[in-house]
């Protein structure tokens, strides 16, 4: 069975701290997301990447930066966590197109709850 | 930014009876997909509609797309107490994928 890990299902940090959150998938995809998600916003791309070393903002970009070493694994950063950072993180990937065309859907983790104090 | 917009935000259904949510969006797209969450955890995808397509089924659901009006729709019929999630529409576009709010489905039994 397909599946993308997120490393931690809850997480408190303090303001401030630099924050890893970690995503592995192990079906081979070479599209990994990162998403936000919080209430009557549904979810907000942060980045993406296509490939190893690739990477691409999101909607919401700032105060995050992301990292793309290996193929399986795609970290997200938060260079000094505050408050308003505080969510529900999703990791999803999903294989490369195909004739162009997206046929597949995404396969998300199951998320990480980050809460800033 | 935000792309799909799901209608209503919330709907309560007697267990039986069929669920419609709706999803409009914004500007171009190659393919709409529907995708179902249980509470706190990560989204799990359903049906995928391309852009050329008006009607697909996969068991219990049945997606509508009509890419005049921007607008696609999502049938749940006979509906379970476990369909109880919140429901997701995403339009894919150019390279990636936008999601809207939602739809909280309470079914109950």
């Known amino acids: 069975d397909v599946k993308v890990t997120q490393s931690s299902r809850y997480l408190v940090k303090r303001t401030g701290e630099k924050v890893f959150l970690e995503c592995v998938q192990d079906?081979?995809?070479?599209?990994m997301f990162w998403y936000r998600q919080d209430p009557g916003l549904g979810l907000r791309l942060i980045y993406f990447s296509y490939d190893v070393k690739m990477k691409e903002k999101g909607d919401i970009p700032e105060g995050y930066s992301v990292s793309r070493e290996k193929k399986e694994r795609f970290s997200l950063i938060l260079e000094s966590a505050s408050t308003n950072q505080t969510s529900m993180y999703l990791c999803?990937?999903?294989?490369?197109?195909?004739?162009?065309?997206?046929?597949?859907?995404?396969?998300f983790g199951s998320g990480t709850r980050l809460t800033v104090v | 930014s935000q792309q799909g917009e799901e209608d209503p935000q919330a709907l309560s259904i007697q267990e039986g009876e069929n669920a419609t949510m709706n999803c409009s969006y914004k500007?171009?797209?190659?393919?709409l997909q529907w995708y179902r969450q249980n509470s706190g955890r990560g989204l799990v995808h359903l049906i995928l509609?391309?852009?050329?397509?008006r009607e697909k089924h996969s068991g219990r659901l049945r997606v509508t797309l009509d890419t005049s009006k921007k607008s696609s729709s999502l049938l749940i019929t006979a509906s379970r107490a476990a369909d109880t999630a919140s429901y997701f529409c995403?339009?894919?576009?150019?390279?990636?994928?936008?999601f809207g709010a939602g739809t909280r489905l309470t079914v109950k039994p």
């Open positions: 995403a339009t894919y576009g150019w390279n990636d994928m936008r």
């Open positions: 079906m081979d995809h070479e599209n």
């Open positions: 500007t171009s797209i190659n393919n």
């Open positions: 509609i391309r852009s050329n397509e």
């Open positions: 999803a990937s999903r294989t490369r197109h195909h004739r162009g065309l997206a046929n597949y859907g995404y396969t």
